[in-house]
């Protein structure tokens, strides 16, 4: 289901899929990251 999900997502235009919220400090390091780059999530 997940694998489903996943695609569903991506094809509405998600930046990051997550599995828990276990994932998300990791994934808003990265969105930092890129912003302190100048670039987009």
């Known amino acids: 289901m997940?694998?489903?999900v996943t695609h569903m997502f991506e094809a509405a235009g998600a930046h990051f899929v997550?599995?828990?919220v276990?994932?998300?400090p990791?994934?808003?390091?990265d969105?930092?990251?890129r912003l302190a780059?100048?670039?987009r999530p």
């Open 37 to 39: 780059m100048g670039l």
């Open 26 to 29: 990791a994934v808003l390091l």
């Open 22 to 24: 276990t994932d998300l």
């Open 2 to 4: 997940r694998e489903r």
């Open 31 to 33: 969105i930092d990251k």
């Open 18 to 20: 997550i599995d828990t």
